[in-house]
């Protein structure tokens, strides 16, 4: 059974950092694409970022890109999101999510069946 388990959210001030990990387990990390979605009050679960397992390739979304970073140590399944110059429009509830064999990018979430529970991030003065 896929359980993926978010943990790093928290309170920062807007031009800081936080650092997000994405604890995979029940199955083999092979062959996967892990993103990161958020989600914010009122609007749409939006795709953030993705990295493919296997070759470590990744996608992100136009507004994260030079500011957020995404990666993966395979030998303890997981999967971080590193995030610089966070803005108050940052602020979310971010979900990892994973999938066999789907596309980098777009990141769109019906292409992913495991999702995690989710870790609020927010971003404020």
């Known amino acids: 059974q896929v359980q993926l388990v978010e943990s790093g959210g928290g309170l920062v001030q807007p031009g800081g950092s936080l650092r997000l990990s994405c604890a995979a387990s029940?199955?083999?990390?092979?062959?996967?694409?892990i993103a990161w979605f958020r989600q914010a009050p009122g609007k749409e679960r939006e795709g953030v970022a993705s990295?493919?397992?296997?070759?470590?390739?990744?996608s992100y979304e136009d507004s994260v890109k030079g500011r957020f970073t995404i990666s993966r140590d395979s030998a303890t399944n997981t999967v971080f999101l590193q995030m610089n110059s966070l803005k108050p429009e940052d602020t979310a509830v971010y979900y990892c999510?994973?999938?066999?064999?789907?596309?980098?990018?777009?990141?769109?979430?019906?292409?992913?069946?495991?999702w995690g529970q989710g870790t609020q991030v927010t971003v404020s003065s």
């Open positions: 029940g199955f083999t990390f092979d062959y996967y694409v």
């Open positions: 990295i493919s397992s296997t070759d470590g390739s990744t």
């Open positions: 999510a994973a999938e066999p064999m789907v596309p980098l990018a777009p990141i769109i979430e019906e292409y992913f069946g495991s």
